[in-house]
Structure formats: C-alpha cells, structure tokens
C-alpha cells in the first residue's frame, strides 16, 4: 500500500487491469489531451507522517491565542458560551459525521429524526410555524431571507436597520446585487433602529424590513414597533435572532415575525475562527413553500411506522435548476446536530436559565464601568453586549488588555466612524465577577 | 437537566427591572428535560439507524464518499483552532491564518489558478461567488449585454440554480452521443451575450471532455469566461489541471476530494481559484503575507464584497490542509490513479449485467443505466432499495438527468478491491433476481429498521415539527 488510505495492493491493481483489458493506469487517462495533460509532480509540501504532521500543527495552532485560556469579552455575531461536553461525543459518532444528505431514509433515520428534532427546537425558541434543517450561517441565512422576501411580495426594495451585524449587512447586499434588488440602511437611534425614519423610508416597493433582536449593539429592539409600520406596509418582517437570547426574550414570531432567522453558534459551536457554524431559517406557514434549502418531514413507511423524510423537495435546486429561488445544497448538518445537542441539554430550564445569566453578567458589567466612570452609551434594555465610551484607541487598548489576559471588546471604530473609541463588550455566562472587575479596572488604568 | 452551567457570582436582579413589560417570554420553550445519560442514549440509538462511510460502502456517485481520516478530526479540534474568535486581533491569530494561506497555495498549485479565496462556504455558495466575479469583471469592461451563463443539460441543478441567484438566465447546452458537450450546439448558443459557461469535467457522467480546448477557444472566442466545477476533481489530480485547460475560475468541494467530512449533509467548503483577470473582484478581505505577518486586506475597490460573514468555514479547511500534508504531491496523484482504476474496473464488470450507455473510459464515477431492468418491471429505485439489504448505500440515482433510469457509482480510492467484489456480487445477483424473483427487489429493503416511507403523504399533509399531541 502506497499510504494508509489507500487500500490498493500490487496484486489488485494488476487483477484490474486486466480486467478493464488496459496494461496500465495511465491508459485510462488517455481521453485527457496531450495538451493540457499535467506534466510532472505538483510542488507542494511532500507527505508527513502522522506523528510529524500532528506535531507541526499543534504548533501553528499553538501560535494562536486560544481564548479559553484568555478571559474573552469578543462577541458582535460570535459567543463563548458554555458548550456541554457530551456536545462532542455525540457529534464525533461516525454515523452521523461520514454520512452524506439523507437521501436514503431508510438507512438514515437517526440524521433525519436529529434534524426534525432541530426544526422542532428552532420553532419553539423562535415562535414560529416551520424551521429548514439548516443554513451556512447566520448572514447568508439573512440574506435568503431578503430574497425570498422579495420574491414573495414582488417586490424590489429591502430596509435593513444599521443595528443589522455589519458583516450581515454586506452579505445581504451581494445576494440582492444578483438579484437587482435595492438594500437601504435605515439610521438607528440610541442603539436601535429609528422608527420614525423607518416610517418615512418604507413604501409600497419594500419586500421586507430587516432587524435584528437583540441587535449588533446588545439591544433589545422592540419589535412591536417594527411590526406595526413593516406591516402596515405590507412588507414582510424578516428578524435576524441570537438563538440562546430567545430563551427568555419574547419570541418574534409571537411579535408578529414573517421569517427569523440567525445563527446557533451559541448552541454548542466552537468559535473556529468564524466558521463553520449553523444558519437556521423559521418561517410561518404561509411561507412553506417559498423556504430554501432541506426539510424534513415526518411520514409513515408500508406497515404503518412512523418515519422522517426529506420532503417538499419540489423547491429546490436538484428539481428546480434555474427557476429554484435558492441554490443552497450542502449546508450545516453537522452543526445543526451540535446545536441540538446543546438545545437538548440545556432544555427548558437551562436555556432560561443562560439566557437570564447572560443579561445579568451584561447587567453587572454595565453597573461596574458606570461606578467607575465610564459612560456606557445606550440605555435600553440588553441581552449579553453593552457599548463602552473608552475615549480612546481600542486598538491600543485592546494590546494592552491582551497582555494582562483579556481579549477586549469589539472596536466599533471599525465599523462606524461615529463609534470611534467605543467598545463592544460581550459578558456571556462564562465570564466571572472576577473577570469582569478585573477588565473594569485594566480600562480604568489605562483610560487615566 | 442535563446541564452544568456556571455558578452565578454576582448578584441576583429581578429580570423584570432589566427587560420591560411584553420582552419577558410568557410561555417557555418548550425544549426537552432529559438527564445527561437518557441524550446520550438517544442519539447513540439515532446514530444506530444511520449509514456514515464508516458504517460501509458508500458509493454515491457526484459525492466522493472517501474515508474520512480521522487524524483531520483530532487537528481541528485543537483548541488554537477551534477556540478563536474571527474578530482576534491578527497578531493573535497567525497560525490560523498561516494555515488559510498555505492551503490556498497548495490549492493555487493543484488547480492551476493564480489566486483562490476560502470564503465560499459549499460548492454552490463558491459557484455563486464565481458567477458575481464574472459578473463585476464584464460589468468593469462595460459588458452588461453578458446575461447569459451556459449549461450542459448533464451539469448539477446547482449550476443552473447558482446562474440564477447571480441574475443571470441559463442556456442549456446539450450532450452530444458519446455523452460531451455537443459542440455544434455551444457554438449555436454562444454570442456577444455570453457571460459564461459552467462545466464539470470530468462531466456528471464521468467523462472527460476530450474537446475542452474547443470549448475554451469557443467560449473565449466571443469574449465569454470559463467556470470549472471542481466537484469531480478526485478524477484528475496531478492528471489536468482547470488552470491549464483554459478556465478562469474554479470552484472546490474540500468536503469531497479533500475529506472534509460530509457531516449528514454539512458543513462543507467551496474555495473558488482564479485567473489574473479575476483576482481584483475576489471577495474580500483578501488573505496577504508581509514582511510582519499575515494580514487580511480589506482595501480592495474592485471587489464583489463579502459573501459569507468572516473568513470561510475555517474548520473544514483545517481538515482539508490536514489531508493534503497527510498525502502529499505522490498521495493526491495515487488518490485519482486509484479512484479512477476502481471505477473503471467497476464499470467493466457490472457492464455484462446493465446498460452503460457511454462504453469508454470512465474517469472517478460511471452512470449505468437501468432500462433493461425498467422492462421487466423493475426500476432503478427498487434496485437501489434492495442495495440496502446488502447493508450499501446505494449510488446516485436518476442523476444525471440525461441518462434513463440512471445509476452513478463513484467508489473512490479508498475502497479495496474486496470491498468492490463484494458490492460487484451484490449488484449481480440483483440483476438475477430481477429477473427471476423481480418482487423481491419491487418490495426492498427487506432488513432495514423501517420500510419505504410515504413520501407523497409527507409532501402533501407536511409535519416539519413535532407537537405534543
Ligand atoms: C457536480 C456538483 N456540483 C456542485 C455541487 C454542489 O456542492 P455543494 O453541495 O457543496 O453546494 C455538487 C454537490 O453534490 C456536485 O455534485
């Protein structure tokens, strides 16, 4: 064998040839013209041994600041949460993780079932009548949601609320400049999105308003508002939702949502850098059919047993080709499955139960930098991340919080020039009352 | 109830101070509540009555089914990679992002493209992203009548799909007898209008398109780009590089040739290469190497933007890297040598016993034809059912479209030849038996957990959540 994961054998390969009726394996390239045949090796690092390869990684991941080992206050779309350990062992059954789509039911009941269970779970948090089995991620989820928005009511225009996460934000512009469909940033005022200017901006073109709840900036929008002026226009309400928040906060389907969506990251999801994490997409019923992406059903198979299929697959793209309304073909199963897991585990309690300790951690950490002098700028109700007036280079700041062990806030500068010298502190349940003091006091000395 | 969350240090407030009247919730969700033992017997059974790779032969053509190593496993979860946060400061990242960049040069060099993005998070999402390029670069040019993205009728639906979400309208192109790109009918089809054409190659019949530099020539020759879908591309390392046959851009499925786990349907990861022309529009922010370290550069005024929040599905490109320093230059140019021996010899030994209706060297994958069987009754369906009482999971059926009762079989190199035999057997004694006991095939699977499930009632009275009665 020329590598472990190549079974092939001398003898086999032989045995083959012969039977093919080809003296050599080159043979069977011979379709390939002579042109544009590869010549040569590729030049790319030779093969290392596991041993080898194992250690020279740990090392470039060693050059990484893993977070668990700093006390990290990042968070705007992305959260150290508290992640059951079971999590992992169940995720790493190889079942579930070396198996493709479940085009076969009856070999893949147990991926089928787990993502039904997922859909369920989404719709009790979110409120709403239907959830798919999954996106790539929340931006990418927020965006087909403005597409389907649009295609729905035939309609060409999408209000998004500048409290919209940025990186969000952009995604939804790429999808809608394919689509030739105009995005509009509607101002936000105290850290959520301006009604007033919302009620002068939506008009007879808007497909939907899109907001998120809670918001990028930690808070809590209020929904009713949106609801009534999105709908008074008959534009769809599309609501970008931090899962875990939902587990105390009023659901937006009860406040009227037409589509939520979001990202379960908080759910069980390593950070990774970003990715992969898991895109959910909920909708009422009367949406059904216009969803994107897999769903699965609940049916019974000859004899009367109660079994899960892929279902209303009429919609998507392996049916439809160029008249499917979205392209999306693999998606985030295996998150999916972790974001249960977590959901699971936490249940009805737990879940409540995080979600208030997120708001009372944010909640402490608000008091704290008051005490000590900071103005924390918006004073309506939060979820997990209050916005800190430091009056000065986050950037540095940040280096100089590093060194003392903290990963410091998000630096609003980045993303809104008006917000220069303004953090972004996320405190979830996994920051102690030691952390929080000890980062409440580092800003204070290097603010004086 | 199953869960330990941390102790609450500091004091408690009356959530009704903190959220006003209307934001509390009213009615909890109702999520289970179950010890930390009873999940762990749930899914261990859910996982029972599941097929992975790992559980047998999974030869589902267009998918590339490969062992899935688990060393690649073990790596991503180190916690200096799965552990950071997208938004770190740079310096505080750099080993991830040294790894971004080393597995987009070896990607560079195995596609034969001048630069590649990691950002696209699955195939269609780096279709999709191709497609925008293409279509900011004949925008730049003052090109807008380009409305028109070229399909071979063979292509995956999400060729057509993607062509659309980019705003573009879909021609399609047909197959010729030997099962390529009719190229009378692309050049009928082609014009001042062609934005681009997308095709995979080896095609979904896993053919090679002999006449790939026609097409180029064609395409090119009315100013139009070339979008390669790498799906298939475990058929042609160290072989043909898209680079090479004249593409412009190109995307990658790591979750198939580069092992990155399929997961039950995902997450996968779909970098897309490109050729000079393209490299202003790549998504941004764009990976770069300076003097003092990695960098991720957002000045970039040409670009499309951004289509996926932060950097990629980073933990599936770990695994990709992973697997390409596991096998190396003489590694990835065995993974298609064997790939494609396997599926040639598959193909010659089940041919007796089906149609093959393109009788030539097949590439990674071969499409059979189950029309024989279609006339005694049987169909391809019922073939792939009772492919389940072997304990296989059947290959890909009724895909592609332009192949009657089609059945698309990619073993992949990671196969032995045992393993082959013993599918080959099973396969032929179904063939017997559609001919001598056709009812026992019509009412597979005999041994699976639950038999054929009611599809048209799922569509048609549609339970997508459980309620409690
Ligand atoms: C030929 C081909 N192209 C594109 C895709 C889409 O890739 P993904 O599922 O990663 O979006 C597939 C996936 O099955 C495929 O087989």
Redesign the interface.
């Known amino acids: 064998m020329?590598?472990r994961?190549?079974?092939?054998?001398e003898q086999?390969?032989k045995?083959?040839?012969d039977?093919?009726?080809?003296s050599s394996?080159d043979?069977?390239?011979?379709?390939?013209?002579e042109?544009?045949?590869?010549q040569g090796?590729?030049?790319?690092?030779?093969?290392?041994s596991?041993s080898s390869?194992?250690k020279?990684?740990?090392?470039?991941?060693?050059?990484?600041?893993?977070?668990?080992?700093y006390a990290?206050f990042?968070g705007?779309?992305?959260y150290?949460h508290?992640k059951?350990i079971?999590v992992?062992?169940?995720i790493?059954?190889?079942?579930?993780?070396?198996?493709?789509?479940?085009?076969?039911?009856?070999?893949?009941?147990?991926?089928l079932?787990?993502?039904?269970?997922f859909?369920?779970?989404i719709?009790?948090?979110t409120g709403m009548?239907?959830?798919n089995?999954?996106m790539?991620?929340?931006?990418?989820a927020l965006a087909e949601a403005g597409?389907l928005a649009a295609g729905h009511t035939k309609r060409k225009k999408l209000l998004i609320s500048g409290a919209v996460?940025p990186?969000?934000q952009?995604?939804v512009?790429?999808?809608a400049?394919?689509?030739?469909i105009e995005v509009v940033q509607v101002p936000t005022k105290d850290g959520v999105t301006d009604i007033e200017a919302l009620n002068e901006m939506i008009d007879d073109n808007t497909a939907a308003v899109l907001v998120q709840y809670p918001n990028f900036y930690g808070q809590?929008e209020d929904l009713?508002k949106v609801e009534a002026v999105t709908h008074e226009a008959k534009a769809l309400m599309v609501v970008s939702s931090n899962p875990l928040a939902?587990?105390?906060?009023?659901?937006p389907g009860k406040l009227g949502a037409d589509i939520v969506v979001g990202d379960a990251q908080p759910f069980g999801i390593?950070?990774?850098?970003?990715?992969?994490h898991?895109g959910y997409f909920a909708v009422t019923n009367k949406l059904?059919r216009k969803v994107p992406g897999?769903?699965?059903?609940?049916?019974?198979?000859?004899?009367g047993?109660r079994?899960?299929?892929l279902?209303?697959?009429?919609r998507?793209?392996?049916?439809?080709?160029?008249?499917?309304?979205?392209?999306?073909?693999?998606?985030?199963?295996?998150?999916a499955?972790a974001a249960s897991?977590a959901?699971?585990?936490?249940?009805?309690?737990?879940?409540?139960?995080?979600a208030?300790?997120n708001?009372?951690?944010a909640?402490?950490a608000k008091k704290a930098f008051e005490a000590a002098g900071f103005e924390v700028v918006y004073q309506g109700?939060?979820f997990n991340e209050i916005v800190v007036n430091v009056k000065t280079s986050i950037?540095a700041l940040?280096?100089e919080l590093?060194n003392k062990g903290i990963?410091g806030g998000?630096d609003l500068g980045k993303v809104d020039e008006n917000l220069e010298g303004h953090a972004l502190i996320a405190v979830t349940?996994?920051r102690?009352?030691?952390e929080?003091d000890a980062l409440v006091q580092e800003m204070g000395s290097f603010r004086a | 109830m199953g869960y330990s969350l941390p102790e609450l240090d500091i004091p408690e407030v009356d959530l009704s101070t903190l959220l006003p009247e209307g934001l509390l919730r009213e009615e909890a969700a109702e999520l289970p509540e179950v010890s930390e033992l009873d999940i762990m017997r749930h899914y261990t059974a859910l996982s029972k009555r599941n097929h992975g790779v790992d559980s047998g032969f999974y030869p589902l053509g267009s998918c590339t089914m490969k062992y899935n190593p688990k060393i690649n496993e073990s790596v991503a979860r180190f916690p200096g990679f799965a552990n950071i946060h997208p938004l770190q400061d740079e310096e505080t990242v750099q080993g991830a992002m040294e790894l971004m960049y080393d597995l987009q040069e070896h990607l560079i060099e195995i596609t034969g493209m001048d630069d590649l993005t990691l950002q696209p998070a699955a195939g269609a999402h780096g279709e999709w992203t191709a497609l925008m390029m293409i279509r900011a670069f004949h925008e730049a040019n003052g090109d807008t009548q380009r409305t028109k993205v070229i399909v071979p009728d063979s292509a995956h639906g999400t060729n057509p799909a993607s062509a659309t979400v980019a705003g573009f309208d879909t021609i399609t192109v047909k197959s010729d007898e030997n099962g390529l790109v009719d190229l009378e009918d692309l050049k009928r089809v082609v014009g001042d209008d062609t934005a681009a054409l997308m095709l995979t190659n080896p095609n979904t019949l896993g053919l090679f398109e002999e006449n790939i530099l026609e097409m180029a020539a064609i395409i090119h020759g009315v100013g139009g780009k070339l979008y390669y879908d790498g799906a298939n591309l475990n058929a042609v390392m160290s072989k043909a590089r898209p680079g090479d046959m004249g593409f412009d851009c190109v995307h990658l499925n790591l979750h198939k040739t580069f092992t990155g786990p399929h997961g039950g349907g995902g997450p996968g990861s779909g970098p897309v290469g490109v050729k000079k022309d393209l490299i202003p529009f790549l998504p941004k922010p764009v990976l770069v190497k300076t003097e003092e370290g990695y960098h991720f550069d957002y000045n970039r005024p040409q670009s499309i933007g951004r289509v996926k929040p932060f950097y990629g599905n980073f933990g599936i490109n770990v695994r990709a890297y992973t697997y390409i320093r596991s096998m190396g230059p003489d590694g990835l140019k065995a993974v298609t040598e064997y790939a494609v021996l396997n599926a040639n010899y598959m193909m010659r030994r089940l041919q007796p016993h089906f149609d093959l209706p393109y009788d030539r060297h097949c590439k990674h994958e071969f499409v059979l034809s189950g029309r024989r069987q279609k006339k005694l009754g049987v169909r391809t369906l019922d073939m792939a059912k009772r492919l389940l009482d072997f304990g296989y999971h059947p290959p890909t059926i009724y895909f592609p479209l332009n192949v009657e009762e089609g059945m698309m079989i990619e073993p992949t190199e990671t196969e032995s030849k045992e393993t082959l035999d013993a599918f080959i057997d099973a396969m032929i004694q179904i063939a017997k038996e559609v001919e001598e006991t056709p009812e026992i095939v019509q009412q597979a699977p005999h041994t699976t957990v639950i038999k054929r499930l009611d599809e048209t009632k799922a569509a048609r009275t549609p339970v997508l959540r459980y309620k409690k009665a």
């Open positions: 020329k590598h994961y190549l079974p092939m054998t086999d390969q045995e083959m040839l039977t093919i009726g080809v394996i043979e069977l390239f011979s379709d390939i013209p042109k544009v045949r590869f090796q590729y030049q790319i690092k030779p093969a290392k596991e390869l194992l020279e990684l740990s090392q470039m991941a060693a050059k990484n600041a893993d977070n668990k080992a990290s990042l705007a779309g992305v150290d508290y059951p079971i992992d062992h169940v790493s059954r190889s079942e579930f993780y070396t198996a493709y789509t479940p085009y076969q039911p009856e070999i893949s009941q147990g991926e079932q787990a993502i039904f269970e859909q369920t779970m719709c009790e948090l009548d239907l959830a089995s999954s790539y991620d929340g931006g990418t597409m996460n990186e969000s952009d995604v512009r790429m999808y400049l394919g689509q030739s809590v009713r939902l587990g105390i906060l009023t659901s390593s950070e990774s850098f970003g990715g992969p898991c059904m897999r769903l699965v059903g609940e049916t019974t198979d000859e004899v047993r079994g899960f299929v279902t209303l697959q009429a998507e793209q392996h049916i439809r080709r160029d008249k499917a309304t979205s392209n999306i073909c693999s998606n985030q199963a295996l998150n499955l897991v959901m699971t585990a936490l249940g009805k309690k737990g879940v409540q139960e995080i208030t300790q708001i009372l951690k909640n402490y109700p939060h950037t940040n280096k590093f990963i998000f349940e996994q102690t009352k030691e929080i």
